[in-house]
């Protein structure tokens, strides 16, 4: 991150959630892709959604751009209690025509390098042909969809989502406790003193 | 002083038996015994011995009339009734010379048939047999509905055999068939036999039978789109439609008549269908969805996000998405971040 600051800068930047600095989108398509943005946001309120548009050259620099933007953004249109934690952010560069998505630590546990990257295909045929709206669209639905699935997934079972976060070496610990917390059953003790 | 009771009670039962054996006494042969110890009774008729001429049986001889009769084969209707049934077209609707059915549902069923003929322009000729009987052989019912039924009110004739519907068979004024297919026919008939075959009472069979044929006539009507006076008017030619060509829409309008008694079952039940979609509908549109809330551990100095996802590049059409799998650099992946 001190690298990135040293080449993006250490200050808070402040942009709308849509921000199309290549001017990829017109007023009609964007009025298109803030509803799409604005369905997603209500169909999860705890997360939101941002797209960024900015020729930057390098889909290397693309990354790392996406991942400094999110950090340092200060987003307008979303309120204070959401923190950038819970953010989505789908940065695209016309130049070296690559998409690229970040995510804030709340999405960590649900989301993972081969959601996003389905995302990002449904919407390649459309930014292939120059449709950037509608890809971006195509790429919002899709996401709803993923998180509809993860968020029916960690309703059932919670645990699964908190074993992704938790570092190898304290699985163990997990087992330990289990089997610490393990009663045997009264028969069994009965035999054991017989 | 109980038994005393019953002491008394036993006396006089005794005493009325004895007195009754004295009035009842058991029969005794003439001379007082048996004449033969051999003999069984009723023996006589089983020898071929000639009868005693006390007790012999005097049968009556057949009179000139029943000897000049010609016999009847059993289940073949008899001389007399033919001509009734089949010498004239019928008076009547209901036509049962034998009197087969009672009287109370003679008359129940020949004004059913009175009130369908004066409500449909297709009479309903219901002819009775028993169920064993044969119409003879020199009748034949297709000639029988010809000769009769060509001329006035187009009809449909029903041989019925009371007891036994499945023997039933019936057929239409020469003007008809041609406008009604075989099919349709058919379909008539089966419809009205199913319904007989819901009872086991003939009266009552010949009574569904005879409402579902009515039914039936009165949708026949419907499906030649021809009223009362057009049907009765010799003059008009009814339109002859071929099997294959009437097939496919006889078949939809069919079902569409089906149908029209359960219209308005079938229209609340869309209703309600569509009632219950769109509630779906509108719940699962508004339908948010919570996620559990975990802390995570910042990563790589991020404040705030570090959960790199994908990259993929549409620069190129010839590097489709398949291709892009797995790009993601090591120093980012979150197993090697940490």
């Known amino acids: ?194 | 002083m109980i038994s005393t009771i019953f002491k008394i009670a036993a006396v006089s039962l005794f005493v009325s038996l004895a007195v009754r054996a004295d009035e009842d006494a058991m029969p005794a042969w003439p001379e007082g015994a048996p004449p033969d110890p051999d003999w069984i009774a009723g023996s006589i008729l089983l020898s071929d011995d000639p009868l005693p001429e006390d007790g012999a049986l005097i049968a009556e001889e057949p009179t000139a009339e029943e000897l000049a009769e010609p016999q009847t084969p059993p289940g073949m209707i008899h001389q007399k009734y033919l001509t009734a049934y089949f010498g004239e077209r019928p008076k009547s609707f209901l036509v049962d010379p034998q009197g087969l059915l009672s009287e109370a549902d003679q008359r129940s069923r020949e004004a059913f048939l009175s009130y369908h003929a004066a409500d449909s322009a297709i009479d309903l000729f219901v002819y009775i047999f028993g169920q064993d009987q044969q119409i003879p052989d020199d009748v034949r019912e297709e000639e029988i509905t010809e000769r009769f039924f060509t001329e006035g009110k187009p009809a449909v004739v029903v041989f019925y055999y009371l007891g036994m519907p499945q023997r039933t068979t019936f057929y239409i004024s020469p003007r008809l068939t041609g406008a009604v297919s075989y099919a349709e026919q058919r379909r008539a008939f089966e419809s009205a036999l199913m319904m007989a075959f819901q009872t086991v009472d003939p009266a009552k069979q010949l009574e569904a039978f005879m409402l579902q044929m009515s039914i039936r006539v009165y949708w026949i009507e419907q499906l030649l789109g021809i009223g009362e006076k057009q049907i009765s008017d010799p003059s008009i030619t009814m339109p002859v439609v071929s099997p294959a060509k009437v097939a496919k829409p006889n078949f939809i309008k069919t079902q569409i008549a089906l149908l029209v008694p359960y219209l308005w079952q079938i229209a609340a039940a869309v209703v309600v269908l569509i009632a219950c979609s769109g509630a779906i509908y509108w719940r699962r549109a508004r339908m948010t969805f919570c996620f559990p809330e975990f802390e995570v551990e910042p990563r790589l100095g991020g404040a705030h996000a570090a959960g790199i996802g994908a990259v993929i590049s549409f620069s190129n059409r010839a590097q489709p998405p398949a291709s892009q799998r797995n790009q993601v650099p090591d120093y980012l992946r979150r197993s090697l971040s940490r």
């Not at chain 1, 001190?2 to 990829?24: A, K």
């Not at chain 1, 369905?39 to 930057?56: G, V, W, Y």
């Not at chain 1, 709340?106 to 390098?113: A, I, Q």
């Open chain 1, 1 to 194: 991150m001190t690298d990135l600051d040293s080449r993006y800068g250490d200050e808070d930047v402040q942009l709308s959630c849509l921000t199309d600095r290549s001017g990829l989108l017109r007023n009609a398509e964007r009025d298109r892709v803030k509803a799409a943005m604005s369905c997603f946001n209500k169909r999860f309120p705890q997360f939101f959604l941002a797209i960024h548009t900015s020729s930057l050259g390098e889909i290397s620099q693309l990354r790392q751009f996406g991942f400094w933007l999110l950090n340092h953004a200060a987003f307008e249109d979303v309120s204070i209690e959401q923190p950038n934690e819970a953010g989505i952010l789908l940065t695209l560069d016309p130049e070296s025509r690559a998409a690229g998505v970040v995510f804030g630590y709340k999405l960590d546990p649900f989301l993972d390098e081969e959601d996003t990257f389905e995302c990002l295909s449904r919407a390649h045929a459309y930014w292939l042909e120059g449709r950037y709206a509608d890809g971006m669209i195509k790429f919002t639905q899709h996401l709803e969809s993923v998180l509809k699935k993860r968020c029916e997934h960690a309703r059932r079972d919670p645990e699964y989502f908190l074993r992704k976060l938790m570092p190898a070496g304290k699985m163990g610990d997990i087992v330990k406790r289990i089997r610490e917390g393990h009663q045997p059953s009264t028969k069994l003790l009965e035999k054991i003193e017989k």
